[in-house]
Nanobody, 123 residues
């Protein structure tokens, strides 16, 4: 069992930055693929980015490519989502997820989820 805890959400003005962290409870974290998703009110959960467990390969949704960066610190069992140039449409609850295997963009393929952290971007 892997427990994930997100932090770093908050209120920011458009054009600003936030850094989200996801702390994992398990020591074998380094072999897990990690993903970030978000869900805005009235919308389905949306894939944002993933990073593979061993090689650190990353992939981004078009909506955040060039603005968001995912990274992983295996020593600290933490995955980071650095978010720059934020827009009001980025307002959502942000979730991290873990998968014991290759990274995927589909939320149904992730095994573990955090509780989410709210990000609000004001115009």
């Amino acid at each position: 069992q892997v427990q994930l805890v997100e932090s770093g959400g908050g209120l920011v003005q458009a054009g600003g930055s936030l850094r989200l962290s996801c702390a994992a409870s398990r020591g074998t974290f380094s072999t897990y693929a990690m993903g970030w998703f978000r869900q805005a009110p009235g919308k389905e959960r949306e894939f944002l980015a993933f990073i593979s467990g061993t090689m650190g390969t990353t992939y981004y949704a078009d909506s955040v490519k060039g603005r968001f960066t995912i990274s992983k610190d295996n020593a600290k069992t933490t995955v980071i989502l650095q978010m720059n140039s934020l827009k009001p449409e980025d307002t959502a609850v942000y979730y991290c997820a873990a998968r014991n295997g290759s990274p995927r963009i589909y939320e149904s393929m992730y095994d573990y989820w955090g509780q989410g952290t709210q990000v609000t971007v004001s115009s």
